[in-house]
């Protein structure tokens, strides 16, 4: 049996400039699913790997336990503890994720589990791979096919659930599935090293001398019944190369027999999105194997569409519930199993606004560097920053959908999805002041508020106030025909203001928030609005919103104080962190005065939410509203 000379992994050492930033997206690696779901089961039941990760997370297994589980999830589900087999079992886009974080831990793994993960690691010609006869899957010898242009070695099998269909109409004895793959295959390498200039994957056949390492130097390719599996393909990385670029290494790929049944993109369809998407991850091993997960996948995800851009697989994940639409809060480095894959749409902004050439100088530039002072570098070079390029990012994002504009953002914009703005974040009466925004944005996230102006008007200004601990951006635009951008200029205490004199009066406006740090703690801003119009505008209530104690609330009550300065509608809310509503009280109209709740009843809150089961340990966010008025802050809740 062939051993694994897989040399001590470390990760790269950043500048300063983003170290703590990606020492949070490592921890995400560890605590999130690292492939991905097309959607929950009818009854909304966690799969195998999302309850490994919980119980992982919850100290019910150790990290290489968890790790052992989440490979027999993918690979071999009848290993599993009855717990965890009999969950359901959802599509996941590429396994190549959780494979490279059994490659990048190996040496750190006990001889036990390396044991347990030997298999998984080996092709499947190789024999003696106990508990299998050949590398997990194989039951057969393989034979194989050079494609035509040389570069490739395809390998299959005639019998036994991984063999495709054996038609044959090219007169030869090699079955059509295998000259479409070839085909395919060929056509993917033209396009990502011979016309984008990417580098080839780095050959194995030189290194291992009489071991059956594909043979010679052509790169391998694996055909199987991936549909057993629940999974598109992967890229599976194995030698590092002793000279040369550090930390690149050869590999090999596995793709599907057929692309039937499961696959939502299937046959043909499936088989050259699935190539371009993995494909791009052997090139990417040619520059840096242990890269940031996120921008791996955010890369081999919009690869496929630069190959093949009628297919549109990507569009199933910008639709997900779990996508960066959905959840443009969420920092751009989140790796969860759905996120990266949605957010392939920051590789079309960059390419769309800066050339296709940017994503290679990229990767090009994380052979020494992490990816996003990479990134810095090469926006540089283009006159531009990262942290503009953020949020002229969030700007595009906005204008999709309804709002499109194809010509100016993203062409397929009118195909996209609207970004979600939480119900607490679109406003329709005036003037308009928020003390906190409820749904607090992550560093390198995004907010939009909504401001529905009245119909008349003839002019609108915002004044935004962010925490000045992190750097802000700012931008008015125009929600219609216009398109119109007003740029907020932020100094350096988080502070800025934008007055616009002709607003259409058919026009929503979006006011646009990205906050600039590395740090893993939301950041949180204010803001206020006001329009002219042709009659007077209304005073603004004046509130106060007083720190609920005791905080942490523990036992059964906590008392929100709170005060208004002039008679109006009083409504209190207990919120999640991301903005789900947990408890309403409404108060109905009150006089000035000084109040304690949020309940009128108790004057105090019971840790109960709408539902009257009491709540679980964590922070949530409180919220008084007074008219038009909003006051938001933070408790914590004891168990």
Same mark, same amino acid.
């Given at each position: 049996?062939?051993?694994?000379?897989?040399?001590?992994?470390?990760?790269?050492?950043? %500048?300063?400039?983003?170290? %703590?930033?990606?020492?949070?997206?490592?921890?995400?690696?560890?605590?999130?699913?690292?492939?991905?779901?097309?959607? /929950?089961?009818?009854?909304?039941?966690?799969?195998?790997?999302?309850?490994?990760?919980?119980?992982?997370?919850?100290? /019910?297994?150790?990290?290489?336990?968890?790790?052992?589980?989440?490979?027999?999830?993918?690979?071999?589900?009848?290993?599993?503890? *009855?717990?965890?087999?009999?969950?359901?079992?959802?599509?996941?886009?590429?396994?190549?994720?959780?494979?490279?974080?059994?490659?990048?831990?190996?040496?750190?793994?006990?001889?036990? &589990?390396?044991?347990?993960?030997?298999?998984?690691?080996?092709?499947?010609?190789?024999?003696?791979?106990?508990?299998?006869?050949?590398?997990?899957?194989?039951?057969?010898?393989?034979?194989?096919?050079?494609?035509?242009?040389?570069?490739?070695?395809?390998?299959?099998? &005639?019998?036994?659930?991984?063999?495709?269909?054996?038609?044959?109409?090219?007169?030869?004895?090699?079955?059509?599935?295998?000259?479409?793959?070839?085909?395919?295959? =060929?056509? $993917?390498?033209?396009?990502?090293?011979?016309?984008?200039?990417?580098?080839?994957?780095?050959?194995?056949?030189?290194?291992?001398?009489?071991?059956?390492?594909?043979?010679?130097?052509?790169?391998?390719?694996?055909?199987?019944?991936?549909?057993?599996?629940?999974?598109?393909?992967?890229?599976?990385?194995?030698?590092?190369?002793?000279?040369?670029?550090?930390?690149?290494?050869?590999?090999?790929?596995?793709? =599907?027999?057929?692309?039937?049944?499961?696959?939502?993109?299937?046959?043909?369809?499936?088989?050259? $999105?699935?190539?371009?998407?993995?494909?791009?991850?052997?090139?990417?091993?040619?520059?840096?194997?242990?890269?940031?997960?996120?921008?791996?996948?955010?890369?081999?995800?919009?690869?496929?569409?630069?190959?093949?851009?009628?297919?549109?697989?990507?569009?199933?994940?910008?639709?997900?519930?779990?996508?960066?639409?959905?959840?443009?809060? /969420?920092?751009?480095?989140?790796?969860?199993?759905?996120?990266?894959?949605? +957010?392939?749409?920051?590789?079309?902004?960059?390419?769309?606004?800066?050339?296709?050439?940017?994503?290679?100088?990229?990767?090009?530039?994380?052979?020494?560097?992490?990816?996003?002072?990479?990134?810095?570098?090469?926006?540089?070079?283009?006159?531009?920053?990262?942290?503009?390029?953020?949020?002229?990012?969030?700007?595009?994002?906005?204008?999709?959908?309804?709002?499109?504009?194809? +010509?100016?953002?993203?062409?397929?914009?009118?195909?996209?999805?609207?970004?979600?703005?939480?119900?607490?974040?679109?406003?329709?009466?005036?003037?308009?002041?928020?003390?906190?925004?409820?749904?607090?944005?992550?560093?390198?996230?995004? %907010?939009?508020?909504?401001?529905?102006?009245?119909?008349?008007? &003839?002019?609108? &200004?915002?004044?935004?106030?962010?925490?000045?601990? $992190?750097?802000?951006?700012?931008?008015?635009?125009?929600?219609?025909?216009?398109?119109?951008?007003?740029?907020?200029?932020?100094?350096?205490?988080?502070?800025? *203001?934008?007055?616009?004199?002709?607003?259409?009066?058919?026009?929503?406006?979006?006011?646009?928030?990205?906050?600039?740090?590395?740090?893993?703690?939301?950041?949180?801003?204010?803001? *206020?609005?006001?329009?002219?119009?042709?009659?007077?505008?209304?005073?603004?209530?004046?509130?106060?919103?007083?720190?609920?104690?005791?905080?942490?609330?523990?036992?059964?009550?906590?008392?929100?104080?709170?005060?208004?300065?002039?008679?109006?509608?009083?409504?209190?809310?207990?919120?999640?962190?991301?903005?789900?509503?947990?408890?309403?009280?409404?108060?109905?109209?009150?006089?000035?005065?000084?109040?304690?709740?949020?309940?009128?009843?108790?004057?105090?809150?019971?840790?109960?939410?709408?539902?009257?089961?009491?709540?679980?340990?964590?922070?949530?966010?409180?919220?008084?509203?007074?008219?038009?008025?909003?006051?938001? /802050?933070?408790?914590?809740?004891?168990?």
């Amino acid at each position: 049996m062939v051993g694994i000379a897989v040399r001590d992994l470390h990760m790269k050492t950043p %500048s300063l400039r983003y170290r %703590s930033l990606l020492g949070l997206a490592t921890v995400l690696l560890v605590l999130l699913p690292a492939s991905e779901s097309r959607s /929950r089961s009818p009854a909304g039941e966690m799969d195998a790997t999302d309850a490994i990760l919980r119980a992982h997370a919850e100290g /019910r297994l150790d990290a290489e336990t968890a790790l052992i589980y989440r490979v027999w999830a993918a690979l071999d589900p009848k290993r599993l503890p *009855q717990a965890f087999a009999r969950r359901p079992r959802r599509l996941r886009k590429s396994l190549t994720p959780t494979m490279l974080e059994v490659r990048s831990r190996w040496s750190e793994l006990s001889p036990k &589990t390396r044991s347990l993960l030997l298999p998984y690691l080996q092709r499947p010609t190789e024999l003696g791979q106990e508990p299998f006869a050949y590398g997990h899957s194989y039951l057969a010898p393989a034979v194989f096919h050079d494609s035509p242009g040389g570069h490739f070695r395809i390998w299959y099998v &005639t019998s036994t659930d991984d063999a495709p269909e054996l038609v044959y109409s090219y007169g030869d004895t090699i079955p059509d599935w295998i000259h479409l793959c070839a085909e395919v295959l =060929d056509h $993917v390498w033209a396009v990502e090293v011979d016309s984008l200039g990417y580098l080839p994957p780095p050959a194995d056949g030189s290194w291992y001398g009489d071991e059956d390492y594909g043979g010679d130097e052509r790169y391998d390719v694996y055909i199987e019944n991936l549909n057993r599996h629940f999974v598109y393909g992967y890229t599976q990385s194995e030698f590092y190369l002793q000279d040369g670029i550090p930390r690149a290494s050869t590999s090999y790929l596995v793709l =599907d027999d057929d692309y039937a049944g499961i696959y939502p993109t299937a046959g043909a369809e499936g088989l050259k $999105v699935t190539a371009a998407h993995e494909f791009f991850h052997a090139v990417q091993f040619a520059y840096d194997t242990l890269e940031e997960r996120f921008f791996m996948e955010i890369s081999s995800t919009w690869m496929e569409d630069v190959i093949y851009d009628g297919i549109n697989d990507y569009y199933y994940y910008i639709e997900s519930s779990g996508s960066i639409f959905n959840h443009p809060d /969420r920092s751009l480095t989140t790796f969860d199993g759905i996120y990266e894959y949605s +957010a392939c749409v920051w590789n079309h902004y960059l390419t769309e606004r800066h050339g296709s050439d940017l994503i290679r100088q990229i990767w090009e530039g994380c052979v020494h560097d992490a990816v996003l002072n990479a990134t810095e570098d090469a926006l540089h070079d283009r006159s531009s920053s990262l942290i503009e390029a953020l949020h002229e990012f969030a700007i595009w994002n906005a204008f999709t959908g309804p709002l499109a504009d194809t +010509a100016r953002f993203y062409p397929e914009g009118d195909r996209y999805p609207q970004v979600f703005i939480p119900i607490e974040q679109i406003h329709t009466h005036w003037p308009v002041s928020v003390e906190s925004v409820p749904l607090i944005p992550e560093p390198l996230g995004i %907010s939009y508020v909504r401001l529905d102006p009245p119909a008349g008007l &003839t002019g609108l &200004t915002v004044e935004v106030a962010g925490d000045p601990s $992190v750097a802000w951006r700012a931008s008015l635009l125009g929600a219609g025909s216009s398109h119109r951008v007003a740029p907020i200029a932020i100094d350096g205490f988080g502070r800025g *203001q934008e007055q616009v004199t002709d607003w259409h009066d058919d026009e929503s406006a979006l006011l646009v928030m990205t906050p600039f740090s590395f740090t893993s703690t939301p950041v949180s801003y204010a803001y *206020q609005a006001r329009v002219d119009s042709f009659g007077p505008q209304p005073p603004v209530a004046i509130t106060s919103l007083g720190q609920n104690y005791p905080n942490p609330a523990v036992g059964e009550r906590t008392v929100i104080p709170f005060s208004v300065t002039g008679e109006g509608q009083v409504a209190l809310r207990i919120l999640t962190l991301d903005g789900r509503l947990v408890r309403e009280f409404h108060w109905g109209r009150i006089e000035a005065g000084e109040y304690y709740g949020p309940d009128p009843d108790i004057g105090a809150w019971d840790l109960t939410n709408a539902s009257g089961h009491r709540v679980a340990a964590g922070l949530y966010l409180y919220q008084l509203r007074v008219g038009d008025t909003v006051r938001t /802050r933070k408790m914590a809740v004891l168990r």
